[in-house]
């Protein structure tokens, strides 16, 4: 199995220009997540979704912050326009069900590091 | 906010030492999730424990839960270099009407040769 495959792995943009962000959750995992990690916040849920439909979003810091589904094996999530404030590492996490309260753990990507200049 | 905050931030041991990592939670939990992340990586699950267990084992790993306290520690005895990684607690919290994962800040554990 490939694992939850994050790309790119690295990125390196200006201020102001758009950045997205892609996944791939592990084939059969029906839910996704957003993640992003700093050293101030720690590891910080975004978004979430369950069967390509986004359940909750309250996470994204802003309205520059959008996240898509389009299928079950494809997520972007896209900072528009970027600030250096979101320089930050990225990660997508799947898992089978949404159910952690009966014990679903998770699978995180690599991760991407973003460096908004 | 944070649900789980480990303690302490940072740990420095040699290698053949134990090392244990204490977390602590403020609201009532299904499950406790340990993960590790190595520098670089994404975090890996390494042990759950459910709230009706208080103490659970995987190889060198041992996990305590005690919800009177709301706490939990991670044991990982007779450490190897390849242990230095962050390590982190992670307990169910209700958002939205399902269950998500809410991590803590992580504990660096440093393994010496």
């Known amino acids: 199995d490939a694992g939850v495959i994050q790309s790119p792995r690295h990125e390196v943009t200006e201020m102001g220009q758009e950045v997205t962000l892609r996944c791939k959750p592990i084939?059969?995992?029906?839910?996704l997540f957003w993640y992003r990690q700093t050293m101030m916040r720690g590891l910080e849920l975004l978004i979430y979704f369950n069967n390509n439909v986004p359940i909750d979003d309250s996470g994204m810091p802003e309205d520059r912050f959008s996240a898509k589904m389009p299928n079950a094996s494809f997520s972007t999530l896209k900072i528009q326009p970027s600030e250096p404030r979101d320089s930050a590492v990225y990660f997508c996490?799947?898992?089978?069900?949404?159910?952690?309260?009966?014990?679903?753990?998770?699978?995180f990507g690599p991760g991407t590091r973003l460096l908004v200049l | 906010s944070q649900q789980g905050e480990e303690d302490p931030q940072a740990l420095s041991i040699q290698e053949g030492e134990n090392a244990t990592m204490n977390c602590s939670y403020k609201?009532?939990?299904?499950?406790l999730q340990w993960y590790r992340q190595n520098s670089g990586r994404g975090l890996v699950h390494l042990i759950l424990i459910r709230s009706n267990e208080r103490e659970k084992h995987s190889g060198r790993l041992r996990v305590t839960l005690d919800t009177s306290k709301k706490s939990s520690s991670l044991l990982i005895t007779a450490s190897r270099a390849a242990d230095t990684a962050s390590y982190f607690c992670?307990?169910?919290?209700?958002?939205?009407?399902?269950?998500?994962?809410?991590f803590g800040k992580g504990t660096m554990l440093l393994v010496s040769p």
């Open positions: 084939s059969g995992h029906n839910s």
């Open positions: 609201t009532s939990i299904n499950n």
């Open positions: 996490a799947s898992s089978i069900r949404l159910a952690v309260a009966k014990g679903e753990t998770q699978y």
């Open positions: 992670a307990t169910d919290a209700l958002n939205s009407g399902y269950s998500t994962l809410t």
